[in-house]
């Protein structure tokens, strides 16, 4: 199986981009791993909110192929404990699929399109992240699961 993360918008923050390539490196010993980030929209202030999510919508659209698995990270999705989502991912992997897709949205959500195609949505928490920062958090956390399903030590109960 494949995992591909989708990201709106390049990150500019060193500490963020450090972070995030250090977690993608140990990851890619445990899965196939990918990022795939869209641009960034131009000329926001001429665009309504429902404007900007459909544009967004599309970018991603165009990176999701029929037989992937859409995970959207979300607000309002099923909250996880580490080894719940460790258990989440044996489970995709068990079931056979070849690409799982997790994506970071916009800072206004995803567009309707977007939301039917899902599969699922994931909250990393009740609190409220940035977007730079919960591609950071959300990678941290894959590494975490793949630890724990390996039965190495990163993860302490």
Do not use: C, W
Request: charge should be positive; avoid cysteine; aromatic fraction near 10%.
């Amino acid at each position: 199986m494949k995992i591909t993360l989708i990201l709106n918008g390049k990150t500019d923050d060193d500490y963020i981009v450090k972070g995030f390539t250090v977690y993608e490196n140990r990851l890619k010993h445990y899965i196939a791993f990918e990022t795939i980030v869209i641009p960034a929209l131009k000329n926001t202030k001429a665009l309504s909110i429902e404007q900007q999510k459909q544009k967004e919508g599309e970018l991603i659209l165009k990176n999701i192929q029929s037989p992937d698995k859409l995970i959207l990270l979300d607000e309002n999705g099923k909250e996880y404990h580490s080894v719940g989502f460790s258990e989440f991912v044996q489970q995709q992997m068990n079931s056979g699929i070849k690409n799982i897709v997790f994506v970071v949205g916009g800072p206004y959500g995803f567009s309707d399109e977007v939301y039917k195609r899902a599969n699922g949505k994931i909250s990393l928490s009740k609190m409220t992240f940035s977007h730079q920062m919960v591609r950071l958090f959300f990678v941290e956390q894959l590494y975490r699961a793949m630890t724990i399903l390996k039965n190495e030590p990163y993860h302490h109960v």
